[in-house]
């Protein structure tokens, strides 16, 4: 088996955690049919993130791609029909909006440019450019969350397991950008690698050994509680 299928298929393992992770999130708000204070705008920018890669990835092709971000835009959008069920009226319009806006018409958008407008080579290569700056759009949140470890001098907000699992996405499909040449997948994910390690040093760094910081030790969705945006690298 090619060593590139190998990580391929580890990054959509290991990735598809990460998707899932807001899971206990969203069963709360069904229990309580109330979205309480969580925002949906990460998970609409996520959507057009795992969008753009679906459809570079079906350009290039790459279909391991294609298949983790596929997996990625069905669980946003499960997400995003939970949380508009159960929004307040202006938030479920401002939400409803903005996938409209972001998701449809600027989507639709790059699609119809780029097919009507370039050849194979050079909407890949637009589609590749959109993809990485979406996703370093994306790295607003780990940076949030590491300027808050410093200035708190906690890791609360910055729980392991989130951490090192962003670490591990990031490092798997670099390996995988490297092994196909690609540098619109190796750039992101090489800066969510750095960003991994910088986020793991200021772990060990800060961290307390206190029973009374729970999220220390906490599961994905307790991250993503704080963080509210899990990053997609790929």
């Not at 969203?26 to 969008?51: C, G, H, M, Q």
């Not at 490297?178 to 994910?189: A, G």
Request: net charge positive.
């Amino acid at each position: 088996m090619d060593v590139s299928v190998v990580f391929g298929v580890l990054g959509n393992i290991v990735a598809s955690l990460l998707f899932l992770s807001p899971a206990d999130t969203f069963w709360r708000i069904l229990k309580n049919r109330s979205t309480e204070d969580f925002e949906s705008i990460p998970y609409t920018v996520l959507l057009l993130n795992a969008s753009l890669w679906i459809y570079y990835g079906i350009m290039k092709p790459v279909v391991l791609l294609v298949t983790i971000n596929g997996f990625g835009a069905v669980m946003m959008i499960i997400y995003l029909t939970i949380f508009v069920t159960y929004a307040p009226p202006r938030m479920k319009v401002r939400t409803v909006a903005t996938f409209v806006v972001m998701n449809v018409g600027f989507y639709a958008s790059v699609i119809l440019v780029t097919k009507l407008t370039m050849n194979k080579d050079a909407r890949i290569s637009t589609a590749g450019t959109l993809c990485v700056c979406v996703t370093v759009i994306s790295f607003a949140s780990p940076l949030s969350a590491m300027r808050t470890v410093v200035m708190t001098k906690s890791v609360e907000f910055m729980p392991f397991f989130l951490t090192f699992f962003y670490f591990l996405v990031a490092t798997i499909w670099s390996i995988y950008g490297i092994l196909l040449h690609d540098t619109f997948i190796l750039i992101p994910n090489g800066i969510g690698f750095a960003l991994g390690v910088a986020q793991l040093v200021l772990y060990a760094s800060y961290r307390k050994p206190s029973p009374s910081k729970a999220v220390n030790g906490g599961n994905l969705e307790e991250g993503d509680q704080h963080q509210h945006l899990i990053v997609n690298y790929v």
